[in-house]
């Protein structure tokens, strides 16, 4: 609760900047219905057809506990037992000191990302080169490469693979058909919107109930935000002060020189879990919330320059800000931050160094096409088949056993990875309360 309470005072410390001249508060008043319907907006933004993005990551939260790296080496053996089961005990030692020393470098406190990404509809490809992943030795060598290539189909017109992965380092690929099977999307492009720990109050205090997309929601539990509208009875309601649930705000201020309109929610509405399965009982059905959102106007378009989320019922808070806005709409930065009931602060800061949304050519990004130096397995069913060996049988003695294990260890390489880095990620998420 102390932690809580002390990132809460930062804020409040912050908050001179953002007074009038003369000292005092700026003066309060009811937010405009043309500011409200730009704030809903950006709550509803959604992605660009195809976008291509160049940036930096940088993730900072409590390190590990040697327990907590134990056990969750332990969970990464226990669903990828099936897809091994070496009896080797040398070859299980190595493979288990892999895994520790990769689950500790994920979780030693910082993170750094270098990443390009690309989208198109529904595809996805991230080439990554990932701090808690590559080798220092590899990230020294391969000054201008990537050690992961990570790319998401789900689309049998384009090809009959829903996902794959491609380790550079090993030259190594593993494709697979299972539609389960999908890799972690970063979706840096939604840093055009609010960030999803913000849309939740502005979504609850003014949709359309008939504006929901129900058949999509039952389908996918998902959103179709191209469907969602304002409700104007509720707006009008919120804003003359007579919605028994929600209080809205708002004020002229400054942000490092820039004009920006603060709006300030207050109410209460269903408290929303975390999809990584967070225990239910532990957050009130109902949780009253205090949200305040910076809105100014770049090139003419509305952008969130900071926003700040407290669950007063939850004692958890968020606090995210941009800078450096072009005329795309997009930041040069963005950082984030999360604040647990326990104190556990996570916080990332991504650099954009290019954002693109102009058409590509769909074929050369997620085609799964690789150089003919490369080991490439199909690991649908859980076992590796081969479908492209760059290692050809020896003709004389001495060398097939050795070439063979260098193909089983690359084997085993693809076909634990992907299912360990999900593992982590869920792991991750798990860790994390939900704000609202």
């Known amino acids: 609760m102390k932690f809580f309470w002390a990132f809460s005072l930062v804020f409040v410390l912050q908050l001179p900047r953002c007074l009038g001249q003369d000292g005092g508060l700026p003066p309060r008043k009811p937010a405009s219905a043309n ?10 933004v959604t992605q660009p057809r195809q976008i291509h993005i160049r940036a930096n990551i940088t993730l900072s939260q409590p390190p590990w506990t040697a327990q907590e790296i134990s056990e969750e080496v332990e969970r990464i053996e226990a669903s990828t037992k ?8 040398s070859a299980r030692l190595a493979q288990r000191l892999a895994q520790s020393n990769s689950v500790f470098q994920a979780h030693s406190g910082v993170r750094v990302q270098t990443v390009e990404e690309w989208y198109s509809e529904g595809k996805y490809r991230r080439d990554e080169n990932d ?42 690929a593993s494709l697979t058909r299972n539609p389960v099977m999908k890799y972690r999307v970063n ?16 979504l609850m205090a003014f949709v359309d109930l008939h504006s929901i997309d129900t058949g999509q929601l039952s389908k996918t539990h998902t959103l179709n935000y191209n469907s969602l509208r304002v409700d104007d009875w ?11 649930t929600w209080r809205l705000e708002s004020a ?8 920006v309109t603060r709006f300030t929610l207050v109410g209460s509405m269903f408290g929303v879990h975390s999809a990584s399965g967070a225990s239910q009982s532990k957050a009130p059905p109902v949780v009253l919330v205090h949200a305040d959102y910076w809105i100014a106007y770049e090139y003419g378009t509305p952008v969130c ?10 004692h958890t808070s968020f606090f995210s800000k941009r800078r450096g806005f072009s005329t795309n709409g997009f930041p040069t930065r963005w950082t984030a931050a999360s604040v647990a009931e326990n104190g556990t602060t996570v916080t990332k800061e991504v650099v954009y160094q290019e954002v693109d949304t102009s058409p590509f050519d769909e074929e050369p990004i997620f085609s799964p096409r690789f150089s003919s130096n490369y080991l490439v397995s199909d690991v649908t069913t859980g076992t590796g088949v081969l479908l492209q060996n760059p290692l050809r049988a020896p003709t004389s003695h001495g060398g097939g056993n050795s070439k063979r294990g260098v193909i089983l260890l690359l084997l085993a390489v693809l076909v634990i990875v992907p299912p360990a ?3 982590w990620n869920r792991r991750t998420l798990w860790r994390r309360k939900s704000l609202t």
């Open 187 to 202: 979706d840096l492009w939604k840093v055009a919107g609010l960030d999803e720990e913000m849309k939740a109050p502005i």
């Open 252 to 259: 002229d201020e400054q942000i490092d020189g820039i004009d």
């Open 82 to 89: 099936d897809l091994t089961g070496s009896s080797n005990p």
């Open 421 to 423: 880095l999900m593992c």
């Open 234 to 244: 509720k707006l009008e309601r919120i804003r003359n002060g007579s919605d028994p």
């Open 305 to 314: 320059f900071q926003a700040f989320l407290t669950n007063r019922s939850n």
């Open 35 to 44: 500011g409200i319907n730009d704030l809903f907006r950006l709550a509803i």
């Open 131 to 172: 701090s808690a992943i590559a080798s220092p030795a590899y990230l020294r060598r391969a000054t201008n490469g990537f050690h992961d290539t990570y790319v998401n189909i789900h689309d049998t017109n384009f090809s009959p693979y829903q996902s794959f992965w491609v380790n550079n380092e090993t030259a190594g």
